[in-house]
């Protein structure tokens, strides 16, 4: 299986995004898709995940009430809409998919995801 991101770029304070993950090579059922990033200096954190009935996590309530994680009908597409951007968004913003997730479970550790995609960078500015 192959991920692939899009949708980074640069953006000023306030501003929105929404990213994109594709996920191509293989036919898996029941995964969760999720949202990770990586700013510099810092570790990879959890932003956002959602499963393949549509349950949704997120990180923090911030990030909640500011980012919208979705997927495609064919659930192979996962989306993060990133709305009032801050600076301290800015980071490599990583897509990743676990395989055994089943139903209803929402991932949230990275160790639960079994492929990640290669990351798009998305520059808040002030």
């Known amino acids: 299986v192959q991920l692939q991101a899009s949708g980074g770029g640069l953006v000023q304070d306030g501003g929105s995004l929404t990213l994109s993950c594709a996920a191509s090579g293989g036919t898996v059922s029941h995964h969760c898709m999720g949202w990770f990033r990586q700013a510099p200096g810092k570790e990879r954190e959890f932003v956002a995940a959602?499963?393949?009935?549509?349950?949704?996590?997120y990180s923090t309530d911030s990030m909640k009430g500011r980012f919208t994680v979705s997927r495609g009908n064919a659930k192979n597409t996962a989306y993060l809409k990133m709305n009032s951007l801050k600076p301290e968004d800015t980071a490599v913003y990583y897509c990743a998919l676990d395989t055994t997730c089943g139903l209803n479970y929402v991932s949230r550790r990275s160790r639960e995801f079994d492929y990640w995609g290669r990351g798009t960078l998305v520059t808040v500015s002030s």
């Open positions: 959602i499963s393949w009935t549509g349950g949704t996590s």
